[in-house]
T-cell receptor, first 114, second 113 residues
Framework: AQSVTQLGSHVSVSEGALVLLRCNYSSSVPPYLFWYVQYPNQGLQLLLKYTSAATLVKGINGFEAEFKKSETSFHLTKPSAHMSDAAEYFCAVRHTGANSKLTFGKGITLSVRP | SAVISQKPSRDICQRGTSLTIQCQVDSQVTMMFWYRQQPGQSLTLIATANQGSEATYESGFVIDKFPISRPNLTFSTLTVSNMSPEDSSIYLC??????????FGPGTRLLVL
């Protein structure tokens, strides 16, 4: 079985500060990993994905994530937070086989202080 | 990526009634998915809809409560039947376009009174 753990429910940073959102996964086989963002009153937007190519993945809006197999982690980072980054962020995992389901973490709310 | 639209974008309904949510994709896809996001919660998969076959429901979801249609490769509907306040949620459809990657619609925000 696969699962995703996002510790904490809320992260608050100052504008211009480093953003670090943690994601740990549990999977019996190397998975595909995703980060999605949900802005208020919107659907989910794909930020970035890891599909067994480069371990450091760059996404949209300046975000990136590093796949660390030894730590079973896929943390999301951004060097400098912007007010527009305030949103809900979801980490998700799926196996590489056909008909595999996408499993989401519980999400984490990012607030950005002026 | 994929361009996905959903109708309605939001609705307020009375308990005991039913609401049908539409999902339209800009080009043909094999698999479409329906998710529920309860207030303050993560996404839970309701069912997978393939064209030409019955939808596959996840544990805890049944066809009588959430009937799904998939008449062609660009369209699907989800009906929330005999609604109660507990059905108040965001309902999202998604498609798998690039291999192993799902793209989501904007969601339908449902409030049941």
């Amino acid at each position: 079985a696969q699962s995703v753990t996002q510790l904490g429910s809320h992260v608050s940073v100052s504008e211009g500060a480093l953003v670090l959102l943690r994601c740990n996964y549990s999977s019996s086989v190397p998975p595909y990993l995703f980060w999605y963002v949900q802005y208020p009153n919107q659907g989910l937007q794909l930020l970035l994905k890891y599909t067994s190519a480069a371990t450091l993945v760059k996404g949209i809006n300046g975000f990136e994530a590093e796949f660390k197999k030894s730590e079973t982690s896929f943390h999301l980072t951004k060097p400098s937070a912007h007010m527009s980054d305030a949103a809900e962020y979801f980490c998700a995992v799926r196996h590489t086989g056909a008909n595999s389901k996408l499993t989401f973490g519980k999400g984490i709310t990012l607030s950005v202080r002026p | 990526s994929a361009v996905i639209s959903q109708k309605p974008s939001r609705d307020i309904c009375q308990r005991g009634t039913s609401l049908t949510i539409q999902c339209q994709v800009d080009s043909q896809v094999t698999m479409m998915f329906w998710y529920r996001q309860q207030p303050g919660q993560s996404l839970t998969l309701i069912a997978t809809a393939n064209q030409g076959s019955e939808a596959t429901y996840e544990s805890g979801f049944v066809i009588d409560k959430f009937p799904i249609s998939r008449p062609n490769l660009t369209f699907s509907t989800l009906t929330v039947s005999n609604m109660s306040p507990e059905d108040s949620s965001i309902y999202l459809c998604s498609v798998e376009r690039v291999p192993e990657t799902q793209y989501f619609g904007p969601g339908t925000r449902l409030l049941v009174l």
